[in-house]
Protein backbone atom coordinates (compact mmCIF):
# COMPACT_ATOMS: atom_id res chain seq x y z
CA UNK A 1 0.00 0.00 0.00
CA UNK A 2 1.08 3.37 -0.80
CA UNK A 3 1.88 6.07 2.08
CA UNK A 4 3.29 9.38 2.47
CA UNK A 5 5.56 11.10 5.27
CA UNK A 6 6.46 14.56 5.96
CA UNK A 7 8.70 14.24 8.52
CA UNK A 8 8.48 17.74 9.72
CA UNK A 9 4.50 19.35 10.94
CA UNK A 10 5.89 22.86 10.98
CA UNK A 11 9.30 24.54 9.77
CA UNK A 12 9.83 28.20 10.46
CA UNK A 13 12.66 29.97 8.27
CA UNK A 14 13.45 33.43 8.51
CA UNK A 15 12.73 35.84 5.37
CA UNK A 16 15.00 35.15 2.47
CA UNK A 17 16.56 32.18 3.83
CA UNK A 18 16.50 28.76 1.93
CA UNK A 19 13.54 26.04 2.90
CA UNK A 20 13.68 22.58 2.31
CA UNK A 21 10.07 20.54 3.31
CA UNK A 22 11.08 16.43 4.14
CA UNK A 23 8.53 14.00 1.96
CA UNK A 24 9.24 10.27 1.73
CA UNK A 25 6.72 7.56 0.09
CA UNK A 26 6.40 3.95 -0.02
CA UNK A 27 4.60 2.07 -2.62
CA UNK A 28 5.44 -0.97 -4.59
CA UNK A 29 4.59 0.07 -8.24
CA UNK A 30 5.97 3.08 -9.97
CA UNK A 31 4.30 6.21 -8.17
CA UNK A 32 3.57 9.80 -9.88
CA UNK A 33 4.40 12.45 -6.67
CA UNK A 34 3.06 16.22 -6.02
CA UNK A 35 3.32 18.62 -3.83
CA UNK A 36 0.35 21.25 -3.21
CA UNK A 37 -0.09 23.79 -0.95
CA UNK A 38 -3.09 25.34 0.90
CA UNK A 39 -2.74 28.90 1.69
CA UNK A 40 -4.74 30.33 4.82
CA UNK A 41 -8.57 30.34 3.67
CA UNK A 42 -8.09 28.97 0.39
CA UNK A 43 -8.07 25.52 -1.21
CA UNK A 44 -5.24 23.14 -2.67
CA UNK A 45 -3.46 24.24 -5.16
CA UNK A 46 -0.54 22.36 -7.16
CA UNK A 47 2.86 23.42 -6.94
CA UNK A 48 4.58 20.78 -9.08
CA UNK A 49 4.27 17.16 -10.54
CA UNK A 50 6.52 14.52 -11.32
CA UNK A 51 5.15 11.92 -13.28
CA UNK A 52 8.56 10.80 -15.58
CA UNK A 53 11.72 12.59 -16.73
CA UNK A 54 13.67 14.61 -15.26
CA UNK A 55 13.53 14.01 -11.72
CA UNK A 56 14.56 17.50 -10.91
CA UNK A 57 10.85 19.50 -11.30
CA UNK A 58 10.45 22.77 -10.94
CA UNK A 59 6.78 24.51 -9.85
CA UNK A 60 5.26 27.66 -9.38
CA UNK A 61 6.38 30.31 -7.14
CA UNK A 62 9.57 29.31 -7.32
CA UNK A 63 9.77 25.96 -5.49
CA UNK A 64 11.48 23.21 -6.62
CA UNK A 65 11.42 19.42 -5.47
CA UNK A 66 14.16 16.43 -6.43
CA UNK A 67 12.54 12.72 -6.95
CA UNK A 68 15.25 10.27 -5.55
CA UNK A 69 14.03 7.00 -6.61
CA UNK A 70 16.47 5.08 -4.73
CA UNK A 71 15.83 7.04 -1.23
CA UNK A 72 12.30 7.19 -1.76
CA UNK A 73 12.19 10.91 -1.59
CA UNK A 74 10.31 13.93 -3.04
CA UNK A 75 11.92 17.12 -0.64
CA UNK A 76 10.45 20.48 -2.16
CA UNK A 77 13.06 23.36 -1.49
CA UNK A 78 12.83 27.18 -2.73
CA UNK A 79 16.30 29.13 -2.28
CA UNK A 80 14.46 32.04 -0.49
CA UNK A 81 11.20 32.38 0.66
CA UNK A 82 9.35 35.46 0.88
CA UNK A 83 6.25 35.94 3.78
CA UNK A 84 3.95 35.05 1.31
CA UNK A 85 4.88 31.39 1.36
CA UNK A 86 3.52 31.24 4.53
CA UNK A 87 1.28 27.80 4.08
CA UNK A 88 1.06 24.83 4.43
CA UNK A 89 2.19 22.22 2.03
CA UNK A 90 0.98 18.44 1.38
CA UNK A 91 2.97 16.41 -0.30
CA UNK A 92 1.08 13.05 -1.89
CA UNK A 93 1.74 10.72 -3.94
CA UNK A 94 -0.49 8.64 -6.99
CA UNK A 95 -0.05 5.14 -8.38
CA UNK A 96 -1.90 5.98 -11.43
CA UNK A 97 -1.36 8.60 -13.98
CA UNK A 98 -4.78 9.49 -15.42
CA UNK A 99 -6.65 12.31 -13.73
CA UNK A 100 -8.95 9.72 -12.95
CA UNK A 101 -6.67 8.20 -9.88
CA UNK A 102 -6.82 8.77 -6.45
CA UNK A 103 -4.43 10.80 -4.33
CA UNK A 104 -2.67 9.53 -0.87
CA UNK A 105 -1.44 12.42 0.91
CA UNK A 106 0.58 13.17 3.86
CA UNK A 107 0.15 14.95 6.83
CA UNK A 108 1.44 18.46 6.01
CA UNK A 109 3.87 20.96 7.02
CA UNK A 110 3.13 24.36 7.93
CA UNK A 111 6.04 26.85 7.22
CA UNK A 112 5.88 30.24 8.76
CA UNK A 113 8.17 32.43 7.77
CA UNK A 114 9.66 35.13 10.11
CA UNK A 115 10.65 38.73 9.23
CA UNK B 1 -13.78 29.06 -15.77
CA UNK B 2 -14.99 28.71 -12.14
CA UNK B 3 -13.08 27.19 -10.05
CA UNK B 4 -14.31 23.80 -7.65
CA UNK B 5 -17.18 25.76 -5.12
CA UNK B 6 -17.90 23.94 -1.80
CA UNK B 7 -20.68 25.08 0.38
CA UNK B 8 -21.10 25.67 2.72
CA UNK B 9 -17.53 27.31 4.05
CA UNK B 10 -18.69 26.83 7.68
CA UNK B 11 -20.97 24.41 9.32
CA UNK B 12 -21.35 24.13 13.44
CA UNK B 13 -23.84 21.45 14.22
CA UNK B 14 -24.37 19.33 17.08
CA UNK B 15 -23.85 15.84 17.71
CA UNK B 16 -26.89 13.40 15.88
CA UNK B 17 -28.01 16.17 13.88
CA UNK B 18 -27.05 16.16 10.18
CA UNK B 19 -25.59 18.41 7.87
CA UNK B 20 -25.24 18.02 3.93
CA UNK B 21 -22.03 19.63 2.39
CA UNK B 22 -22.52 20.32 -1.33
CA UNK B 23 -19.42 20.69 -4.44
CA UNK B 24 -20.06 21.97 -7.80
CA UNK B 25 -17.24 20.99 -9.88
CA UNK B 26 -16.04 22.37 -13.00
CA UNK B 27 -18.17 22.68 -15.64
CA UNK B 28 -17.89 19.58 -17.93
CA UNK B 29 -15.59 17.61 -15.56
CA UNK B 30 -17.25 14.20 -15.01
CA UNK B 31 -14.39 13.13 -12.07
CA UNK B 32 -15.13 14.27 -8.76
CA UNK B 33 -14.05 13.16 -5.45
CA UNK B 34 -14.47 13.99 -1.41
CA UNK B 35 -11.67 14.06 0.52
CA UNK B 36 -11.48 14.97 4.29
CA UNK B 37 -8.97 16.14 6.67
CA UNK B 38 -9.50 15.64 10.15
CA UNK B 39 -7.80 17.19 13.19
CA UNK B 40 -4.52 18.07 11.62
CA UNK B 41 -4.19 14.68 10.12
CA UNK B 42 -3.53 13.91 6.37
CA UNK B 43 -6.09 14.76 3.95
CA UNK B 44 -7.80 11.03 3.28
CA UNK B 45 -10.01 9.90 0.31
CA UNK B 46 -13.26 9.71 0.72
CA UNK B 47 -14.79 8.45 -3.23
CA UNK B 48 -14.87 8.97 -6.61
CA UNK B 49 -17.63 9.97 -8.76
CA UNK B 50 -17.27 9.69 -12.71
CA UNK B 51 -20.51 11.19 -14.28
CA UNK B 52 -23.61 10.20 -11.60
CA UNK B 53 -22.14 6.65 -10.73
CA UNK B 54 -19.76 5.40 -7.86
CA UNK B 55 -16.75 4.47 -8.99
CA UNK B 56 -14.47 4.13 -5.69
CA UNK B 57 -15.72 4.52 -2.58
CA UNK B 58 -13.08 2.50 -0.46
CA UNK B 59 -12.97 5.74 1.88
CA UNK B 60 -16.04 6.30 3.03
CA UNK B 61 -15.91 6.03 7.42
CA UNK B 62 -19.22 4.90 7.85
CA UNK B 63 -22.85 4.43 6.30
CA UNK B 64 -23.55 7.49 7.95
CA UNK B 65 -21.94 9.38 5.36
CA UNK B 66 -24.08 9.34 2.33
CA UNK B 67 -22.70 10.85 -1.11
CA UNK B 68 -24.64 11.47 -3.95
CA UNK B 69 -24.11 13.28 -7.65
CA UNK B 70 -27.74 12.95 -9.50
CA UNK B 71 -27.32 14.36 -13.05
CA UNK B 72 -23.77 13.88 -13.14
CA UNK B 73 -23.50 17.52 -11.91
CA UNK B 74 -23.10 19.11 -8.25
CA UNK B 75 -22.80 16.53 -5.37
CA UNK B 76 -23.74 16.44 -2.16
CA UNK B 77 -22.29 14.91 0.60
CA UNK B 78 -24.44 13.98 4.04
CA UNK B 79 -23.67 13.00 7.64
CA UNK B 80 -26.10 11.68 9.57
CA UNK B 81 -26.22 11.56 12.44
CA UNK B 82 -23.11 13.69 12.79
CA UNK B 83 -20.48 12.59 15.57
CA UNK B 84 -17.44 14.67 17.04
CA UNK B 85 -14.70 12.74 14.92
CA UNK B 86 -16.87 13.63 11.83
CA UNK B 87 -15.28 17.31 12.54
CA UNK B 88 -12.63 18.52 9.77
CA UNK B 89 -12.30 20.00 6.52
CA UNK B 90 -14.11 18.36 3.60
CA UNK B 91 -12.73 19.03 0.01
CA UNK B 92 -14.14 17.96 -3.23
CA UNK B 93 -11.67 17.82 -6.14
CA UNK B 94 -12.83 17.60 -9.90
CA UNK B 95 -10.50 16.60 -13.24
CA UNK B 96 -11.50 16.33 -16.94
CA UNK B 97 -11.33 12.38 -18.41
CA UNK B 98 -7.90 12.29 -19.32
CA UNK B 99 -8.64 11.09 -22.68
CA UNK B 100 -9.63 14.66 -23.38
CA UNK B 101 -6.41 16.31 -21.66
CA UNK B 102 -3.83 13.47 -23.26
CA UNK B 103 -3.55 11.70 -19.95
CA UNK B 104 -2.14 14.95 -18.21
CA UNK B 105 -2.68 15.26 -14.29
CA UNK B 106 -5.14 17.99 -13.35
CA UNK B 107 -7.35 17.93 -10.30
CA UNK B 108 -8.64 21.00 -8.97
CA UNK B 109 -9.57 21.33 -5.42
CA UNK B 110 -12.39 23.47 -3.42
CA UNK B 111 -11.54 25.75 -1.09
CA UNK B 112 -13.49 22.79 1.35
CA UNK B 113 -16.16 23.10 4.15
CA UNK B 114 -14.92 23.10 7.78
CA UNK B 115 -17.22 20.72 9.92
CA UNK B 116 -16.92 21.25 13.58
CA UNK B 117 -19.72 18.75 15.32
CA UNK B 118 -20.11 20.14 19.45
Known amino acids: AQSVTQLDSQVPVFEEAPVELRCNYS??????LFWYVQYPNQGLQLLLK??????LVKGINGFEAEFNKSQTSFHLRKPSVHISDTAEYFC?????????????FGSGTRLSIRP | EAGVTQFPSHSVIEKGQTVTLRCDPISGHDNLYWYRRVMGKEIKFLLH????????ESGMPNNRFLAERTGGTYSTLKVQPAELEDSGVYFC????????????????FGSGTRLTVV
Open chain 1, 50 to 55: YLSGST
Open chain 1, 27 to 32: SSVSVY
Open chain 1, 92 to 104: AVSEGYSSASKII
Open chain 2, 49 to 56: FVKESKQD
Open chain 2, 93 to 108: ASSQDPRATGGIYGYT
